[in-house]
Structures are given as structure tokens and as C-alpha cells.
């Protein structure tokens, strides 16, 4: 067994080495390194601990049920009850529901505002610069044929000619002013006539009339401005927009005299020809000749600030600004500037982040891809060790033998620092060795070479039959060798599916190949399942054989889950829920690596697995995870298998998941442009980080355990903190239930990311699959309300993990960040470029600063179209985008609107049918209390000790049943057989974890006498251990037929527990000579092997024990 480290694994959870350090096999040339992504920064930051572990209970008051009880005051309990929140966790979901439903609409409400209302704040109308309100003087492009008359840009186009006043010539520089041309302006102005402070009318500008000689206006010819006179005289026509002068323009020596009163441009050229010295004792005088011989000219006119500093000039500006007024600044003001440089940044790193995302999806997809993916390079062999010892190998030995290219042998690993795994070199019933891999490979045991050793893990429901035969098929037919892979199905309950007519375990068998029809009954074994309450016991039938199709012959098992004996007449017995299937892998493969306690169903897995590929469980490192409504594609696994060589820093990977079903429905149609940039575009630019955060549980790969180094494994999947959070059964909050009820694949990822931020999580596009999607709009609803509910929590989970890849804007982290906020403000986003579109269709584009908002809305909408073109070079595609795009309402408003008012929704919905089914099964649900000692947990050593022991028992009693029947037996040893009958079927040993010795029997009354303490006097010395045994009641047989060798049917009874006796004696005495004596008998023609050999200690060695007892094949399981 390995010995597992984690201070200096490789992305272990700690500091250590690094992945250039991590090769497969002997250091031989061609270790194997970690691919060119982004490098992780050389620091480690401590996981925060998980929202969904345990909380201290000594704080009665936690922040977040008392906010959400400060939202919801408004419904005190009654009124909750009344609508039929009876129970307290319902009403404490609600309440969450409702607090997170407020946090949304908080935070769209603060999206809103940023986008819109704060322009609308700092720059109102009246003080916003655009277009439609002013047209730039000197402006030969968009202002020519353009004059100044009171500020307003008159059009001469179509003028008619005055006396002595060219309007033609004067519009050479546009938006000139032309008001002083004009006769008795400037003059009966209210604000200058009867001013509210009469001490302004000593000052000679308000008092002054632009029309007296000497101003050089040519003493205003034109007629008084009027309206009908600018129209039906002069026909100059008003474009409503005002003059717009910038300070440089100010500064210009045509504009000398001009100056700015909060913002106000005032014509001074009058008053200065007509008064070209300073006045005396006038202090307006001389602050406006002050104002207009600053050196700086350019930005230094402006007078504000020195006429409000002073009563009697800030009482002048009204008639100032009244009587010069010649047109406005179209600068921002500083609320203006302020908005307008917050939305240009808000851009900016939106469209970067678009940008991005984009070019590094291509990116990725061209080059990085590729070679993730290519084929390996070939491994060259070893040199022999001289010293190593040459084991014969078996006929199972040779035809799991890697094929055709240089092999590669690790050294032998130690189980816990001890010694090799238990069931290392185990021989089977042919005397040749059954493969064991206590860490790395053996010599003598399979070369692992490229081909790993592969799980391939199918949960199923409620499917039918031609859904399940065709992701079966799909996996058998998969380009690996059929002696590598395991069809591993596991039926979740027993459950017969909408339109079924057999149960889903039903349907699984009729697809199996057995080798004998006794393999087709197995018998239930015991297991802690992921419940509440009694549910947490659970049975589960294991049924092995293997799976025919196409030339290929796949080992498959099958694990059927049936339900307590108590829960057999309910309906949807045994089922538990699909995290509760992925867990008894989980379970099993961490328990075979540290060789840890097992339950009778770990067990049971363990023979049917070494007897089905002839090597034990530890071989196994990767697991392929799919549904059982995929079809995957040919090449597939064997691409994700070389993107696991290729690069060992990877722990999970997916491919890339098409739709089989894409042209069903309207509803279907919508989902196949949605599926592509999700896999192209998100996880593409997800891989880059090695990063990504959702493998989808339809079509992914996990390793169980990564090699480190030429003697070690770092455990991955197996990892304890990760089977422990994820095998949580008790959730109450509502943030539990988003994580572990609905979106169990997407949290699986996140405790991935948590545990190895250090490691890889990415995708490939080249490994690919089909699987069926809903195809009805309320099965679509169903399954995104669990997504995008699981989606929001998990995500919030990852921001609180500091060590991912990156830093700051350029981080994992930060990406994550951006998800989640994108998500929660879909709706408001909707909402907005719906806004947008009616705005920008109102709107006339006459410049290109119109139409930036149209050309934003396109590259946002539009850009991952050229993506796909560019990716896949399929037009059909722009025909799925637009179908898509005619969805959007659905995808980014009617679907997150939805999911966040069922945040307290915790059911599949309308995802998985089922028959007979009511609202509100849930396997979730509380029923009693679960006892421990129905599910008892022993080392393999001690059930494999057990099962020795238990066919030698009934070995000696067949023997001694057919010679009392033949008559050569003493009456005295008859009735010694017959006692020792009545103690087999009613035996009661300690329970191993319990510690409890409780007496069963097979009806629990009349079998027998009650148990006796165990003599060992009469069962001789031989180690038995202290655990659970099953009350099996062996086979009869004709006494006058040979023993069959102690074989005998698998099968499991939670009410018998074998005898203790102390585990210091050694095997020897009677039990050696009952063992010699059924070694002499049954195959007489194997060499004998010395029973009674132990080693320094005295204890009797494994391999002789299980010598010429352990399964050949898969048939009639040993006995348990």
C-alpha cells in the first residue's frame, strides 16, 4: 500500500515540490511534466473553511439567520404556517430564500444605478455634452454653413442677402457670432433696467449699449432679432442646438475678448472697441480687463470664481451673461467627468475581459489542446534488476499484459510504512499468482504501461432500456483495451422509470453476461449510505459479469441498490440519490488505498473485481464519470487518458458534451449554441487557469491517485477531507442543500479546486460526447433551476479559496468573481440592453459617439459566433447563434428569475420521472435513527482470515455429515457434529465496531440452542477475527458426492457476527490438518503448501493462508 504524505505531495494541500519533479516510473529519460499553462504563484494560502462545515453551535445568534429574519419581520411563523410552511427548516429556507432573493435584487439595483442612473446623477441633462445639444464653433465638419446669433447655431444655407452684412463670408469660421449686427439688442434687459441690487448700475458693462458708435458693429444695420424676422426676412433657420467653444479655442486671438462666467461664453468685443482704456473707480471694469489679460489664455478666462467672490459683481452676472452671451462651453463639468470616465473604465474591462476570454479560448483550442491530447511518447523499459525475484505468470497475467509498446515498472510500494499491501502476490486457485498493486506495480504483475487501469462509472435513475444499452455500448466500444476498463453501473434504488416496464436494476441485468445462472440472485451487503436517520443503512446487490458487444467482452458490475430489509415494500427502496452512488466508489477506492476498515459491500466489490480482471482494486487510477442517457465517442477515453499522461498535474478533466437530440423541439434547439460556448468559450478560457469550475457529471474523469515520484501516491479522489465533505448526511441549511441536492457534480469540482489548488482541472475538446437533453420547457426549467441554484453557491465557495492561479484582475479568483456577479445580475442585464436596443433605435446615428453603444451591443452578442467559426469553421452554427439569440429573454431573464425565487426548492422536478411517484419523496427526509452496528466495518485481512476459516468449518462438518451417513463414525462424534451444525447457524461474535455481543439467529427463536462462549479447546488454536461474519446457513450437499472445495455462494445477513478469539494465536493444529487434509482431497495433483509456516512471530503468512482459496473467476463468490 502507498505511503501517503501531504506536507510534500505534489499539489497535495501544502508546500512542496513542484510538478517538475513528478514522473511516471523510473527516472528513464522520459519522465513526464507539466504542460506550458499559466505558472501558479510560488505560495499557499490555508483553504477558509467550507459554508458548509460545522458550525459552532455556541453561537446561538449567527449573522446570516438573523439578517434573513430582519428581511422576512414581516412574516412572523403563524403567517408562514397559514401558507403551509409547517416545519421549521421550511420556514428557515424561506426566510434565506427571501434574504438572498433581496441580496439580488440589491445588487441589480446597484448595477442599474452605476450604469444608468449615476450619468443621469452627476450629469444631468442640462449639463451633458452631447451632440444634440451643441455644435462646435470652428467646427468645419459638422457645423459649416452654421452662425452664432445669442448663443443659438442659425443655418445660412438658404439665407437671403442683406444690406452691407455677408452671412456667407462670415460663416468661413462657423458659429461666428453675428448678435451685434443686430439693432437694440442688448438693450431693456429687466435684469440690467431694474437689477435687485441698484448698486450695479454705476458700473459702465451694464449700463453700456452694444449698438452706440464706436463698437465697430457697423451700428447693428440689420434688423431687430425676432423671430418672425430670422424666419421670413433673413430666413435663417434655428438648429436648436447651441454654440459650443472649448477653452483652447478661447485662447485664440480672435476670441481676445472673451471670457466665461460659469460656463457662459460672453462676447466682449463691443464694450472693449467702444471703451479701450480702463474706467475709473469701476470695479466690474477692471475685473473684466483683468479676466482678459491673463497670460495663460487658454483655460484663463474663466471669471467665475472672481465675480462670486464678491457681492456687487456676482449681482452683475445675470445682465452680463444676458446682455454678451454668445454661446456655452461644451467641456464636462466635474460630475460629467466623473461619470463618463467611470462608464469608459466599466467598458474597458468588460470588453477586456471579453476580449480575453475570447482570444485565449482560440488560444487554447489551436495549440494548448493538441498537444494535451496527442498520443504519448513511448516509454522506454527498464533494465532488469538482477535481484528481483521471477514469478510465473499466470494465463490472467499474460492477457491483461500492456500491448505492443515499451513497458514501465515502479517499484513495490509499502502499505502505511509497514510492509506490502495484504493482499499482495494472493494465489489463486491454480497456484498462480492474482495480481495485488500495493501502490505501483510488481514483479510478476500486469505492466501498466499507457493503458491505466480505468473505472468507468455509470449512475443511473429512472432510464430505459435503450438509453442504458446505448451509453453502455458507447463505453464497451471505446478504443482501449477491453482488459483495462471497468463497466462500473450502479442503479440508484429500485426504480421502475416513466414508461418502463422493468426496474432499472432489471433492465441492467438483461444486460449483463453471466458465467453461471447462480450469479444472477446475489445476496444484499451492508453499507452506510448518505441519508438521515434509518435510511442511512442501505443494501446494495452486486451483480458481475461481463458486457458483449462488437468483438469486445467488457467486465462490468453492476451494484444494485435495494434498501434495507425494513424499507422493501415502500416505494423508491434503496434510493438515495445520485452523490450517494458516486460515494460507494469514492468509498471503496479510498479504503482500498489505506487498506481501511471495509463494509460488507466493499468487500463483496473487492473479490468481484479481482475476480473479474485477476488483479485487485488498487491497480485502478482514473475514473470516468457519465450518465446514463451519453453516448460517448470512440477515441474518447483514450484521449482523456492522454491527457492525464501528458500531463500528471491534472487531477480532473472533461471533453466536450454535444446534443443527440438537437432538432426535437424548439426547446432543444435553443440549448445547442448555448452547450458549444460554454465548453469552447468558458471552460476553454477556464483551462488556461487550469481551473475549471464545473466538470459536468454527464461526461468527466477524476484520478483516484496521481503518482509521485518512482515509489509514491498521492491520493486524489480517494483523498479523505474530500470523501468526508462530500459525504456530508446531514444538511439543514439552505446553502448545504444548493451544494449537495442539486448540483452534487459542480460541488464535487469545488472540493477539487479546494483541497489541490496546486493541480489541474481542465477540458478538452477533442474527447467528445452526446447526451440528451429536456426537450419539453418545463424539463428545462427543472434542470436549470438546480444549475444555476448550484452554480451561485458553489461559486461562492471557490471565491474564498486565495491560492488559485493568478493575481489580482489576472487571477482565477477574480474570473470567479466575475461569474458570479454575471450571474446574479442577468436579469437586470437584460432588462438593461433591452433599454439599450429601444434607445438606440429612437436615436438617429449622425457620428460614430452615437454609435458606440450599438457597436458594443454587437461585439458582446456576436463575438462568440466568430469564435465558433473560427473554432469549428461549421456555418451551421451561425444558424444555431441566431436561434439562440431569439432565446435570450428565456436564457438571461425567464430561467435566473425562476431559480432564485426556488432557492428553497431542493426536488429534480420534472428532470427524472418516475412511477408512482408523488410530490415529495425525497430520500432526504428523516425516518428513526441508524444503527451503527448493522453495517460492521473489518479490514480485508480479517474478512478474508474469516472466509478461510468458514469453509474449512463447513469443509470438517460435510466430511463428518457423509462418514456418520456411511456409518463409519462414533456416536460421540456424530453428536459432535451435530452441536457444532447448531453453533454455526447461531453464532454472536463481537461486533468490531460496536464492541457489542448480541446473540442472532437465522428467525431469530428456534435454531438451535442458544450461543455458548467459544471453546476454543474444540476449534484448536487458529486466529480468528474480532468483526462482522454473516449468519449464512451453507449449502447441503450429497454426502456421497466429493466436498466441493468450500466454495460456496456470496452473500450477505446483517444478523449473524463471527466468533473472537484472540488475534495473538497463530493457525495451526487441527485447522492446518483440516486445510492439508481439503488441499489432499480436492486437488490432489497442486504441490502442498506448509500451512503451519509463519514467520519470526509465529504468525502464519497471507500467502499461505489463502493459498488455493481465493476465486479463479468470477462464478460463485467465496462465501462470507
Known amino acids: ?60 445568534w449567527e449573522s446570516w439567520p438573523v439578517f434573513a429574519k430582519l428581511v422576512t419581520w414581516w412574516a412572523p411563523p403563524p403567517l408562514l404556517r397559514y401558507f403551509g410552511k409547517t416545519d421549521k427548516g421550511m420556514q428557515q429556507a424561506w426566510r434565506e430564500k427571501m434574504a438572498l432573493c433581496f441580496l439580488i435584487a440589491l445588487l441589480g439595483c446597484i448595477v442599474a444605478f452605476l450604469t444608468v442612473g449615476l450619468s443621469i446623477t452627476l450629469c444631468p441633462p442640462s449639463a451633458s455634452n452631447s451632440q444634440d445639444q451643441y455644435m462646435r464653433y470652428n467646427d468645419t465638419t459638422a457645423s459649416a454653413g452654421m452662425l452664432g446669433i445669442q448663443g443659438w447655431q442659425f443655418n445660412i444655407t438658404d439665407s437671403n442677402p442683406a444690406n452691407d452684412v455677408d452671412f456667407y463670408d462670415i460663416a468661413q469660421v462657423p458659429g461666428t457670432d453675428i448678435t451685434n449686427y443686430f439693432a437694440n439688442h442688448g438693450v431693456n434687459i429687466p435684469a440690467c433696467v431694474n437689477p435687485e441690487n441698484s448698486r450695479i448700475l454705476a458700473f459702465k458693462a451694464i449700463t453700456f449699449n452694444p449698438c452706440s458708435a464706436g463698437t465697430g458693429n457697423l451700428s447693428c444695420v440689420l434688423q431687430p432679432i425676432t423671430p418672425e424676422i430670422l424666419t421670413n426676412v433673413y430666413n435663417l433657420v434655428n438648429t436648436t442646438k447651441q454654440v459650443g467653444f472649448d477653452w483652447v479655442q478661447l485662447g485664440e486671438p480672435a476670441l481676445k475678448n472673451w471670457l466665461v462666467i460659469d460656463g457662459n461664453v460672453l462676447n466682449l468685443d463691443p464694450y472693449i472697441n467702444a471703451n479701450p482704456h480702463p474706467i475709473p473707480n469701476d470695479d466690474l471694469d477692471a475685473t473684466i480687463r483683468y479676466v482678459l489679460s491673463t497670460t495663460w489664455a487658454a483655460g484663463g478666462k474663466d471669471a467665475t470664481k472672481v465675480f462670486f467672490r464678491r457681492e456687487e459683481l456676482k449681482a452683475a452676472t445675470n445682465c452680463m451673461v444676458q446682455k454678451y452671451y454668445a454661446g456655452h462651453l461644451d467641456k464636462s463639468t466635474p460630475g460629467c467627468f466623473v461619470a463618463s470616465l467611470f462608464l469608459y473604465v466599466s467598458l474597458i474591462v468588460i470588453l477586456s475581459i471579453v476580449f480575453s476570454r475570447f482570444v485565449v479560448a482560440l488560444i487554447f ?80 504483475g500486469p505492466d501498466i504501461g499507457h493503458d491505466l487501469f480505468t473505472v468507468m462509472l455509470v449512475t443511473c435513475y429512472s432510464e430505459g432500456e435503450a438509453s442504458l444499452r446505448c451509453t453502455i455500448e458507447s463505453l464497451a466500444n471505446t478504443q482501449y483495451p477491453d482488459d483495462r476498463k471497468l463497466l462500473f453501473v450502479i442503479a440508484d434504488g429500485m426504480i421502475i422509470g416513466s414508461g418502463n416496464e422493468k426496474s432499472t436494476p432489471d433492465i441492467c441485468v438483461d444486460l449483463m453476461e453471466f458465467e453461471n445462472e447462480q450469479a444472477r440472485n446475489p445476496e444484499p451487503m451492508s453499507y452506510v449510505a448518505i441519508a438521515a436517520g434509518s435510511k442511512q443503512h442501505n443494501c446494495a446487490k452486486v451483480y458481475a459479469g461481463h458486457f458483449v458487444h462488437n468483438n469486445h467482452r467488457v467486465p462490468m458490475i453492476l451494484v444494485a441498490k435495494c434498501g434495507a430489509p425494513e424499507e422493501q415494500n415502500k416505494p423508491k427502496a434503496g434510493n438515495r440519490g445520485k452523490r450517494d452512488s458516486q460515494l460507494i466508489l469514492m468509498n471503496f477506492f479510498k479504503r482500498v488505498t489505506y487498506n481501511d476498515q471495509m463494509c460488507p459491500l466493499d468487500y463483496e466489490l473487492f473479490k468481484t473485481i479481482q475476480g473479474l480482471l485477476g488483479v485487485t482494486p488498487d491497480y485502478f487510477e482514473i475514473v470516468l464519470m457519465v450518465d446514463a442517457d451519453t453516448k460517448v465517442y470512440p477515441n474518447s477515453l483514450r484521449l482523456l487518458v492522454n491527457c492525464m499522461i501528458n500531463d500528471p498535474l491534472i487531477m480532473g478533466l472533461c471533453g466536450e458534451t454535444k446534443i443527440a437530440n438537437k432538432r426535437d423541439s424548439w426547446v432543444t434547439m435553443i440549448q445547442v449554441y448555448e452547450y458549444y460556448i460554454s465548453h469552447h468559450l468558458g471552460k476553454g478560457f477556464e483551462s488556461i487557469f487550469g481551473g475549471v469550475t464545473c466538470l459536468p457529471g454527464c461526461f468527466c474523469t477524476y484520478r483516484l491517485k496521481a503518482r509521485k515520484g518512482n515509489d509514491d501516491w498521492v491520493p486524489i479522489l480517494t483523498k479523505p477531507d474530500i470523501v468526508h465533505e462530500y459525504s456530508q448526511n446531514t444538511v439543514d441549511t439552505l446553502h448545504q442543500k444548493n451544494l449537495l441536492l442539486l448540483g452534487e457534480d459542480r460541488f464535487l469540482t469545488t472540493l477539487m479546486l479546494r483541497n489541490f489548488p496546486h493541480r489541474k482541472m481542465m477540458f478538452t475538446p477533442h474527447a467528445i460526447c452526446k447526451t440528451v437533453v429536456p426537450d419539453e420547457f418545463n424539463v428545462l426549467l427543472s434542470q436549470r433551476r438546480r444549475w444555476i441554484n448550484s452554480t451561485i453557491h458553489n461559486l461562492l465557495e471557490l471565491i474564498l479559496v486565495r491560492n488559485l492561479c493568478g493575481t489580482f484582475c489576472f487571477s482565477m479568483q477574480f474570473v470567479i468573481f466575475m461569474d458570479l456577479i454575471g450571474t446574479l445580475v442577468l436579469p ?74 426556488h432557492f428553497d426548492d431542493f426536488s429534480w422536478g420534472e428532470t427524472r420521472k418516475v412511477t408512482g411517484e408523488t410530490k415529495g419523496d425525497d430520500h432526504s427526509k428523516k425516518e428513526g435513527a441508524f444503527d ?151 486437488e490432489p495433483e497442486r504441490p502442498t503448501h506448509d500451512i503451519t509456516a509463519g514467520d519470526s512471530t509465529g504468525n502464519i503468512s497471507l500467502d499461505a493462508l489463502t493459498a488455493n482459496h481465493a476465486p479463479k473467476r468470477y462464478g460463485t463468490a467465496p462465501e462470507a
Not at 454426502?1039 to 497463530?1066: F, K
Not at 493444529?1069 to 486445510?1075: F, Y
Open 1 to 60: 500500500m502507498p505511503t501517503v504524505r501531504y506536507s510534500d505531495a505534489v499539489g497535495g494541500g501544502g508546500p512542496g515540490n513542484r510538478g517538475s519533479s513528478v514522473q511516471r516510473g523510473p527516472s528513464i529519460g522520459h519522465g513526464l511534466r507539466r504542460g506550458k499553462t499559466l505558472s501558479r504563484p510560488e505560495r499557499y494560502q490555508q483553504p477558509a473553511p467550507l459554508l458548509t462545515g460545522e458550525q459552532d453551535n455556541s453561537a446561538d
Open 365 to 444: 483550442s489551436w495549440f494548448i489542446s493538441w498537444k494535451l491530447s496527442r498520443t504519448p511518447p513511448p516509454l522506454l523499459k527498464p533494465k532488469p534488476v538482477p535481484s528481483q525475484q521471477s514469478f510465473p505468470k499466470s494465463p490472467q497475467s499474460a492477457k491483461i499484459a500492456a500491448p505492443k509498446h515499451n513497458q514501465i515498472e515502479l517499484h513495490q510500494m509499502r502499505a502505511n510504512g509497514q510492509g506490502p499491501a495484504p493482499w499482495a502476490n494472493q494465489r489463486n486457485d491454480s497456484g498462480t499468482f492474482i495480481h495485488g498493486n500495493s501502490g505501483l506495480s510488481r514483479p510478476g
Open 828 to 901: 437586470v442585464a437584460m432588462i438593461l440592453s433591452v433599454v439599450l436596443v429601444i434607445s438606440i433605435a429612437q436615436t438617429k446615428i449622425t457620428s460614430f459617439v452615437l454609435a458606440i453603444p450599438l457597436i458594443l451591443l454587437l461585439i458582446v452578442l456576436f463575438s462568440p459566433g466568430i469564435l465558433i467559426l473560427l473554432t469549428t469553421r461549421k456555418w451551421v452554427y451561425a444558424m444555431w447563434m441566431l436561434v439562440y439569440m431569439c432565446a435570450l429573454p428565456i436564457w438571461n431573464f425567464v430561467l435566473p428569475v425562476y431559480a432564485y425565487w
Open 932 to 1082: 451503527t452496528s448493522k453495517v460492521p466495518m473489518q479490514r480485508w485481512d480479517q474478512y478474508e482470515k474469516q472466509r478461510v476459516r468458514m469453509e474449512k468449518r463447513m469443509d470438517r462438518k460435510r466430511r463428518t455429515q457423509a462418514a456418520i451417513a456411511a456409518g463409519a463414525a462414533h456416536p460421540i462424534v456424530q453428536g459432535v457434529a451435530e452441536d457444532e451444525m447448531r453453533n454455526l447457524r447461531t453464532a454472536s461474535p463481537t461486533n468490531s465496531e460496536t464492541g457489542s455481543t448480541t446473540t442472532f439467529s437465522i428467525d431469530g427463536s428456534d435454531i438451535g440452542p442458544h450461543q455458548q462462549p467459544w471453546d476454543q479447546q474444540r476449534e484448536g488454536t487458529g486466529r480468528a477475527i474480532s468483526g462482522y461474519y454473516p449468519n449464512y446457513v451453507p449449502p447441503t450437499e450429497d454426502p456421497g458426492q466429493v466436498p466441493s472445495g468450500g466454495r460456496a455462494i456470496s452473500g450477505y445477513y446483517p444478523s449473524y457476527q463471527p466468533p473472537t478469539e484472540d488475534p495473538q494465536l497463530p493457525l495451526s493444529g487441527r485447522a492446518g490438518n483440516v486445510l492439508a487434509t481439503l488441499r489432499s482431497a480436492n
